[in-house]
């Protein structure tokens, strides 16, 4: 299947693979800081070659003479190179933390802005991976890759140009090695990569099977299903385990690899060298100073590569991560939206609105709708289970916009406004009521966050909230678990009717508001809400007989299209659909 992602980014910009460069801008409001930064990298590169020309002085006559003066050069270097290695590893490290967060902070806000089409396309894990993950990883490569490669760049150099200056015959000698290193972990470098994206994988199979697990951990033990639970998680733990020990195998070869060509050749060069010296071609000091330049330059060189692939995980990374970036709502923006007028009336005109979920499929979940509800007025949507009532909703609050057809809040298109100037304007209690892992008070607040106390109270106690929320330990400021798992739906239920409620909004959306309240509390909220419902326009999703018959009038839905429109005695009287499920007194089958 094609990567989900790819669907809602265009296709010039799904061609692009910018990889890394992505990051710079993100880098740009740190420039100064990167500059002191690779300063610091220089400086730990610099005094690390430096310490070889102390060696070659202490060697030659340091002994006889300069002694002090020697020792006093190599302590200064010492010190130089641990005050840059300090500034270096906090200040590189405190710098990707800076850089990751603001990437961080921006796809959050990013993702926040898409309509929820996005969503339901994607697995939320899929999300949070590359949200999490991936991150993490670019956190890695700008922290610790990128600046050990730059260093290890400025080590081969700088220690290249020393062996020549030192002596040109045996750094022919000793770089003609190169080749075989850089082959050698270049090889086992692949598989090593191979094998670590297979550890990735079988790690993320891992956490997405306890995940599932652990969240219906009620239905695992009611079943008693734990024992297969137990052997299917096994099993990945063991496939991990094998993964790692490959992974970890392929590593130790490649690394005995290379002691065995960066010290094989050393011992090589001693032995050359000897005779160089012997033959008064370079001193002793000289031969010291060589190997020490060469024992560097072999280690950069093979870290340089293996960091390479680092950066080369970290590039696939950052690609997933910045596609996120590149998704466009498909509720298509205007740079300069119409504001409403405030108070707006809370007048909905629908106009020939036809609808589908999906471009590619034919389902249609709305036809030909069309509806004028005038300030004030309350409206009544019934029709059996999938008949197109939450959509309705859904293309009001601009979460979609329709496919054919336009839709005019106070005789303005949708099309002209911004969401949240739409929205700001409803309150919606929805068919599935969502309770957030906070406070009973947070959550009643949650639409209008300068409510006070009063106002909160106030409107608990209109939505029967106060009944259950005063036996709670801490009352108002109870934690209501993750999802508000501890509440019933009935309850949860209340509490989105009591968000609603405050936010005292000029157009009123129940989806099926009362459906989850047994037949008193459903009478008792059911006044608070028709309190609420005066002077302002209303849209209800009704179930109930009771509910409908205060409706200015009521539109019957079936499979997507307007089956008949009228009070509730006109309708009776047509002998329909209506009738039918007025019969049975329920109006809609969820
Ligand atoms: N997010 C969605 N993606 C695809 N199809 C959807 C989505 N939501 C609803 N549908 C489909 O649209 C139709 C109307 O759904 P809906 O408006 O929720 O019906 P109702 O609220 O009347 O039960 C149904 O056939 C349903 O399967
Ligand atoms: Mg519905």
């Known amino acids: 299947m094609e990567d989900p992602i790819k669907y809602f980014i265009s296709r010039k910009k799904r061609k692009e693979k910018k990889y890394l460069r992505n990051m710079l801008p993100f880098c740009k409001r740190y420039m100064g800081y990167i500059f002191v930064a690779f300063l610091a990298i220089t ?21 006889l003479t300069q002694f002090n003066l020697i020792i006093t050069y190599m302590g200064v270097i010492v010190l130089v190179l641990g005050t840059a290695t300090y500034l270096r590893y906090t200040f590189v490290s405190w710098l990707a933390e800076k850089i990751i967060g603001d990437v961080r902070k921006k796809i959050y806000a990013h993702l926040l802005s898409l309509s929820p089409g996005f969503f339901e396309r994607l697995s939320t894990g899929e999300l949070l991976s590359r949200m999490n993950v991936d991150t993490t990883l670019l956190q890695a490569l700008v922290s610790t890759s990128i600046p050990i490669a730059i260093r290890n760049f400025m080590l081969i150099i700088g220690g290249v140009l020393l062996m020549f200056k030192t002596s040109m015959y045996l750094s022919v000698l000793m770089l003609s090695i190169i080749p075989v290193l850089l082959t050698v972990v270049y090889y086992m470098g692949q598989r090593i990569r191979r094998l670590t994206t297979n550890t990735q994988r079988v790690v993320a199979e891992l956490s997405s099977y306890s995940e599932e697990t652990l969240n219906a951990v009620r239905t695992v033990q009611a079943f008693c299903h734990e024992e297969e639970d137990k052997k299917a998680y096994n099993e990945r733990v063991q496939s991990l385990v094998a993964a790692a020990y490959k992974r970890i195998k392929a590593r130790a070869i490649m690394s005995t690899m290379v002691v065995f060509l960066v010290f094989g050749s050393i011992t090589l060069i001693v032995h050359l060298g000897v005779g160089q010296v012997a033959g008064k071609f370079i001193t002793l000091g000289e031969l010291t100073s060589f190997l020490f330049y060469g024992l560097n330059v072999g280690w950069s060189i093979s870290n340089f590569i293996e960091v390479f692939s680092d950066v080369q995980k970290a590039a696939g990374a950052s690609q997933r991560i910045f596609e996120l970036l590149e998704v466009r709502s498909s509720v298509k923006l205007r740079e300069d939206p119409v504001k409403i007028p405030k108070p707006s009336d809370g007048e909905i005109l629908f106009d020939q609105v036809s609808f589908s979920y999906s471009e590619f499929s034919d389902a249609q979940a709305l036809i030909d709708f069309s509806m004028h509800v005038k300030p004030g007025q309350k409206v009544a949507l019934v029709g059996p289970s999938g008949s197109g009532k939450t959509t309705v909703f859904h293309l009001l609050m601009r979460f979609y916009d329709p496919t054919v057809g336009n839709i005019y809040y106070d005789t303005l298109d949708l099309k002209d406004l911004s969401p949240t100037d739409i929205r700001s304007q409803m309150a919606i209690v929805p068919q599935e009521p969502v309770v957030f892992s906070a406070s009973a008070y947070d959550n009643i607040r949650y639409g209008s966050p300068n409510a006070n106390f009063d106002a909160v109270r106030a409107a608990a106690e209109a939505a029967l909230v106060t009944e259950f929320v005063d036996r709670l330990p801490k009352g108002y400021y109870s934690y209501l678990g993750s999802r508000g798992v501890t509440l019933s739906t009935g309850q949860r239920q209340r509490i989105a009717i009591a968000r609603a409620l405050l936010k005292n909004p000029r157009v009123l959306l129940l989806d099926e508001a009362t459906s989850a309240l047994d037949a008193q509390s459903e009478r008792l909220v059911q006044k608070a809400l028709e309190a609420l419902m005066e002077d302002r326009t209303t849209l209800m999703i009704a179930h109930r007989l009771s509910t409908v ?15 008949a429109i009228g009070t509730h005695d006109e309708l009776m009287r047509q002998k329909g659909l209506y009738k039918r499920l007025a019969n049975l007194q329920y109006l809609s089958a969820n």
């Open 43 to 63: 400086l730990t590169a610099a005094s690390t070659l430096l310490l070889g020309v102390g060696l070659r002085k202490i060697v030659d006559n340091g002994l």
């Open 549 to 563: 018959l205060k409706a200015d009038y009521i539109i019957v839905l079936n499979h997507g299209r307007i089956e």
